[in-house]
Nanobody, 118 residues
Framework: QVQLVESGGGLVQAGGSLRLSCAASARTFGPYAMGWFRQAPGKEREFLAAITWSGGSTAYADSVKGRFTISRDSAKNTVYLQMNNLKPEDTALYFC???????????WGQGTQVTVSS
């Protein structure tokens, strides 16, 4: 069982930045990858970014490419999402997730709210 706890959300003005963190707790932790997603009210959950745990390869959704950066600290079992040049349309509940197979995400956090004011 893996528990994921997100933090770092909040209220920010358009053009501002936030850094989200997701800490994983488990007896042993060695997933294939971790990812970030978001869900705005009335919309479907959206993939944002993912990073492989061993090699650090990354992938991004077009909507955030160039503005968001995913990174990880293997020693801390933590993944980060640096978000720059935030826009009101980035307002959503942000989740992190873990995949052990690379095919589907197995564990999810509870989410952290990001609100961007215009």
């Amino acid at each position: 069982q893996v528990q994921l706890v997100e933090s770092g959300g909040g209220l920010v003005q358009a053009g501002g930045s936030l850094r989200l963190s997701c800490a994983a707790s488990a007896r042993t932790f060695g997933p294939y990858a971790m990812g970030w997603f978001r869900q705005a009210p009335g919309k479907e959950r959206e993939f944002l970014a993912a990073i492989t745990w061993s090699g650090g390869s990354t992938a991004y959704a077009d909507s955030v490419k160039g503005r968001f950066t995913i990174s990880r600290d293997s020693a801390k079992n933590t993944v980060y999402l640096q978000m720059n040049n935030l826009k009101p349309e980035d307002t959503a509940l942000y989740f992190c997730a873990v995949t052990y197979t690379g095919e589907e995400f197995d564990y999810w956090g509870q989410g952290t709210q990001v609100t961007v004011s215009s």
